[in-house]
């Protein structure tokens, strides 16, 4: 039913110490909004989940919190916490990769950088082994991006 459903959804997501709507510090985002964290991140329930994807295999991570737009301290915290673990090769962020208010199309692309990026640079790598050493240093080298755009290769 209808009451049930939103029984467990109420129970699951939300948090009785939670504070009420609009009480609470706020705190001035990277757009200049005023946020009110209604919780933090519990960092051994990160490190914890973090591990059981190591232990699968998982090398690149793909994280994206849904404000993290305007206020990305939450995926940062994640993000050091992955890196402090030394078992990612690829850690991208939603807000670093694309800053942009809609979460589907920023997690689409933070997702695709995270699987692409070592990729790429495995292929740069082995490109760029094939010159002559005084050829990189004596040539501009670039790469056409996804944008159109024109970046140097070893950036």
Same mark, same amino acid.
């Given at each position: +039913? !209808? #009451?049930?459903?939103?029984?467990n959804v109420s129970s699951r997501y939300y948090n009785s110490n939670w504070p !009420?709507? *609009?009480? *609470? !510090? $706020?705190? $001035?985002g990277v757009t200049g909004e005023k946020v009110i964290p209604l919780c933090s991140p519990d960092p051994d329930a990160i490190r914890s989940s973090l591990q059981s994807l190591a232990d699968k295999g998982i090398k +690149? @991570? %793909?994280i994206v919190f849904l404000h993290s737009y305007v206020y990305p301290d939450h995926e940062i915290l994640v993000g050091n916490i992955a890196k402090s673990m030394d078992c990612f /090769? #690829?850690? +991208?962020l939603s807000h670093e990769v694309m800053s942009m208010v809609k979460v589907v199309? $920023? *997690?689409? /692309?933070? +997702? %695709? %950088? %995270?699987? @692409? /990026?070592?990729k790429i640079t495995e292929y740069l790598a082995g490109f760029t082994k094939g010159f002559d050493s005084g050829l990189m240093s004596n040539v501009r080298l670039d790469f056409m991006k996804s944008d159109g755009g024109l970046t140097p290769v070893n950036d």
């Amino acid at each position: +039913s !209808k #009451e049930d459903v939103q029984q467990n959804v109420s129970s699951r997501y939300y948090n009785s110490n939670w504070p !009420k709507a *609009g009480v *609470g !510090k $706020r705190i $001035r985002g990277v757009t200049g909004e005023k946020v009110i964290p209604l919780c933090s991140p519990d960092p051994d329930a990160i490190r914890s989940s973090l591990q059981s994807l190591a232990d699968k295999g998982i090398k +690149s @991570l %793909a994280i994206v919190f849904l404000h993290s737009y305007v206020y990305p301290d939450h995926e940062i915290l994640v993000g050091n916490i992955a890196k402090s673990m030394d078992c990612f /090769t #690829e850690i +991208s962020l939603s807000h670093e990769v694309m800053s942009m208010v809609k979460v589907v199309p $920023r *997690g689409h /692309t933070v +997702s %695709a %950088a %995270a699987y @692409l /990026t070592p990729k790429i640079t495995e292929y740069l790598a082995g490109f760029t082994k094939g010159f002559d050493s005084g050829l990189m240093s004596n040539v501009r080298l670039d790469f056409m991006k996804s944008d159109g755009g024109l970046t140097p290769v070893n950036d």
